[in-house]
């Protein structure tokens, strides 16, 4: 370790420095205090122009996404295609067909099945009626002797 020292200490004295050389390494150290907040600043500067050109570049896709969905909205085969999916209308004089796939069946089933549309006849109001009579009628049960006494005590 000493002798380590004393060569770091030689090499040190061996070194000669003209005034030349000492302005020139002021000069750039003073240079690069000057400059380093300005670098700093320039570096911050251009990541935000990076990120707000990002930020520009998704904006410009979700409004060219949202102008060609009101494209699609102006065509009336779209508007047509899409209230007969989501609201399940149907033009006059067409039959909708509404598949429930609810019940599961065996892969082998001695079921016979039917080409033949069968059509439920249901008188919805005359339902409706009755669920609002039942529900309005619907009386609570009084409690039995045995319940009103256990909750007297």
């Given at each position: ?127 409706l009626a009755t669920s609002l009579i039942a529900a309005g009628s619907a ?15």
């Amino acid at each position: 370790m000493k002798r380590w020292r004393e060569d770091l200490a030689a090499w040190a004295q061996s070194l000669r420095f003209s005034g030349f050389t000492v302005i020139v390494v002021v000069s750039v150290i003073g240079g690069a205090l000057i400059l380093s907040p300005n670098i700093s600043t320039f570096v911050q500067q251009r990541r935000e122009i990076s990120q707000l050109r990002e930020s520009v570049r998704q904006h410009r896709e979700a409004v060219e996404a949202i102008d060609a969905e009101r494209a699609q909205w102006r065509d009336p085969a779209y508007v047509r295609a899409q209230a007969r999916d989501r609201l399940s209308y149907v033009l006059p004089g067409e039959t909708q067909l509404s598949i429930i796939a609810d019940i599961v069946l065996p892969a082998e089933s001695d079921e016979e099945t039917s080409a033949d549309l069968t059509q439920v006849e249901r008188n919805w109001a005359k339902d409706l009626a009755t669920s609002l009579i039942a529900a309005g009628s619907a009386v609570p049960e009084t409690p039995s002797e045995d319940e009103a006494a256990r909750s007297d005590e």
